[in-house]
């Protein structure tokens, strides 16, 4: 049964008019991606203003790893409000924080001490484990990698490296914070080939920081993600993450996991780190915590939260609502199996978008753990040549025929559907997206 339908060909006057609309009202400084205008949605259909209706393969960013409206979630909010909405945690108690903290505790990798500390967002979180790691090593020194991206604030910003835009006109950043080569494969700057290169990109980092001009003595965090978001859903090799952490606690440096897009079963596991048999210091979480609810967590070991009373809070940080909303979340993917789901689903899109890489040139690279999968575009597969006006044109051609795609990095299909979509679903929304690289590649 087709689950897209286009009424109007989008986007329609409803869409327009509201369009126009945010231009005239609200901050330039927002870019989306294509007119889309959501009205209402369920699961993985999403209805815009002007009635037509699409498979979700974003999900909001992977934040409604839910989907959209569940109904755990509503039920847990409803019965939250009716209570109270809010009284600040920064300066009284109520329980369900401590009820998710405890939770979270429990699905984080590491069997060592844990606290929680809960902000608002991604960004927010990132700019806590900054303090936090500054304040327990006394060390001014960060370590991010190329192609990140941690937030906009000016902290987290100091840390982002995945785009121009981003950064441009907004220095001097943060002092001290240098990045490093990720382990992207397919385009390595090494110009080398995994696995004939022993992981140089770890040995580089030794050998040309901190033998040179960062001492490693001076380091108090390295910030990674597991796979890279925004830099164009990148997966490192299964042992890199083994050597890094090796060379990090060889030199007494903190290793500061960001997890806002990547975790809460986004790849099959709750967190993406999981797969590389490590285990951070501290965990970063937001994003999908509270199924669209503004969340966030930083769970480290507890003898890194050694910050002393009013050295760091946030007003609307684990607001009660949305704390509730993270605990249904948590026992939603556990009842409904979604970790199981996510591998399962994941392996299924994978197998397809390998088949239709074979068949088009313009697809270069397929990757992905779960469903937290990218497909880079490419001029040709010989040159590897980026491709972000083909890219373009096919997240433009799925959303007009009934499939909410973006891209990621250069240009690479990001594929971050809901945790609870089903295979048939993934194939009708693959199928329209093949007729886009078809037309992509027609061009």
């Given amino acids: 049964?087709?689950?897209?339908?286009?009424?109007?060909?989008?986007?329609?006057?409803?869409?327009?008019?509201?369009?126009?609309?945010?231009?005239?009202?609200?901050?330039?400084?927002?870019?989306?991606?294509?007119?889309?205008v959501i009205k209402k949605g369920k699961g993985a259909i999403i209805e815009d203003v002007d009635g037509n209706k699409y498979i979700d393969m974003n999900a909001g960013i992977a934040v409604l790893g839910l989907g959209t409206a569940p109904d755990p979630v509503i039920k847990a909010v409803e019965r939250q409000i009716r209570k109270f909405i809010h009284y600040s945690y920064t300066d009284f108690y109520y329980e369900n924080i401590v009820t998710l903290a405890k939770e979270l505790i429990k699905i984080t990798p590491g069997s060592f001490e844990k606290k929680v500390y809960y902000g608002n967002s991604g960004a927010e979180a990132v700019e806590a484990a900054i303090k936090l790691v500054r304040y327990y090593t006394k060390r001014p020194r960060l370590l991010a990698f190329i192609g990140s991206f941690h937030g906009r604030t000016m902290g987290a910003l100091s840390l982002t490296a995945s785009k121009p835009a981003q950064v441009r006109g907004f220095s001097p950043l943060l002092p001290g914070v240098e990045h490093v080569p990720y382990p992207y494969c397919y385009r390595c700057p090494?110009?080398?080939?995994?696995?004939?290169?022993?992981?140089?990109?770890?040995?580089?980092?030794?050998?040309?920081?901190?033998?040179?001009?960062?001492?490693?003595?001076?380091?108090?965090?390295?910030?990674?993600?597991?796979i890279q978001g925004e830099g164009g859903y990148v997966v490192p090799p299964d042992d890199y993450?083994?050597?890094?952490?090796?060379?990090?606690?060889?030199?007494?440096?903190?290793?500061?996991?960001?997890?806002?897009q990547a975790g809460m079963g986004?790849?099959?596991?709750?967190?993406?780190?999981?797969?590389?048999?490590?285990?951070?210091?501290?965990?970063?979480?937001?994003?999908?915590?509270?199924?669209?609810?503004?969340?966030?967590?930083?769970?480290?070991?507890?003898?890194?939260?050694?910050?002393?009373?009013?050295?760091?809070?946030?007003?609307?940080?684990g607001n009660p609502v949305a704390t509730e909303a993270a605990i249904a979340t948590i026992?939603?993917?556990?009842?409904?199996?979604?970790?199981?789901?996510?591998e399962k689903v994941g392996k299924y899109m994978l197998k397809r978008l390998d088949e239709i890489k074979e068949k088009h040139e313009i697809v270069g690279d397929v990757r992905g753990k779960g469903l937290m999968i990218g497909a880079e575009i490419v001029k040709n597969k010989e040159t590897k040549e980026p491709n972000p006006d083909g890219a373009k044109k096919i997240i433009e051609y799925s959303w007009k025929h009934g499939v909410l795609l973006i891209t990621a990095g250069i240009s690479t299909l990001r594929f971050a559907p809901p945790l609870t979509i089903t295979e048939d679903l993934v194939s009708e929304a693959l199928d329209i997206v093949e007729k886009g690289i078809m037309e992509a590649e027609k061009e």
């Fill in 1 to 36: 049964m087709q689950r897209t339908k286009i009424k109007v060909e989008p986007p329609g006057e409803k869409a327009k008019k509201i369009v126009e609309d945010t231009q005239r009202y609200l901050s330039p400084s927002i870019q989306r991606f294509y007119p889309f």
């Fill in 190 to 226: 090494f110009k080398l080939t995994y696995p004939n290169c022993n992981l140089y990109c770890v040995d580089y980092i030794k050998e040309n920081l901190f033998q040179k001009y960062v001492p490693p003595d001076e380091v108090a965090a390295a910030f990674i993600e597991p």
């Fill in 241 to 260: 993450f083994k050597k890094f952490f090796n060379l990090m606690k060889e030199n007494g440096i903190i290793v500061v996991d960001d997890e806002v």
């Fill in 266 to 317: 986004r790849t099959g596991k709750w967190f993406a780190i999981e797969h590389y048999g490590v285990e951070p210091d501290v965990i970063l979480i937001a994003k999908a915590l509270a199924s669209g609810l503004p969340l966030s967590a930083v769970v480290s070991r507890a003898e890194l939260m050694s910050w002393p009373p009013g050295s760091h809070a946030s007003t609307f940080g």
């Fill in 331 to 342: 026992n939603t993917i556990r009842k409904m199996k979604l970790l199981e789901n996510a």
